[in-house]
Nanobody, 125 residues
Framework: QVHLEETGGGSVQAGGSLRLSCVVS????????MAWFRQFPEKEREVLAA????????HVADSVKGRFTISRDSAKNTADLQMNSLRPGDSAMYYC??????????????????WGQGTQVTVSS
């Protein structure tokens, strides 16, 4: 069973950067995408970016394109989300998740079956 753990959340001032890391415990053989999401209070979870285990297929949501990038470190078995030019509106709980090979389109939240516990990001003005 694959297990995910998010690290790197915290507080930062507007304009600053944070790097979130999703540590994957277990085999990635059956993974189609590793992805990052965020959720605002009382809102649905929003997909931010996804990457295939080999790093070949990379997708970033239009809402954060140009500020957020996703990358894969195979040696550490992580999927990392680099967040730059952060804004107070980026304050949310951030989650990573995995879609297995039965899944479909990268941006469809229900296609992801394994989730981490989340990490809080707070951006102050």
């Amino acid at each position: 069973q694959v297990h995910l753990e998010e690290t790197g959340g915290g507080s930062v001032q507007a304009g600053g950067s944070l790097r979130l890391s999703c540590v994957v415990s277990g085999s990635t053989d059956n993974i189609r995408y590793m992805a990052w999401f965020r959720q605002f209070p009382e809102k649905e979870r929003e997909v931010l970016a996804a990457i295939s285990p080999g790093g070949i297929n990379v997708h970033v949501a239009d809402s954060v394109k140009g500020r957020f990038t996703i990358s894969r470190d195979s040696a550490k078995n992580t999927a990392d989300l680099q967040m730059n030019s952060l804004r107070p509106g980026d304050s949310a709980m951030y989650y990573c998740a995995i879609m297995d090979r039965r899944g479909g389109w990268w941006s469809v939240v229900p296609n992801y079956s394994i989730w981490g516990q989340g990490t809080q990001v707070t951006v102050s003005s």
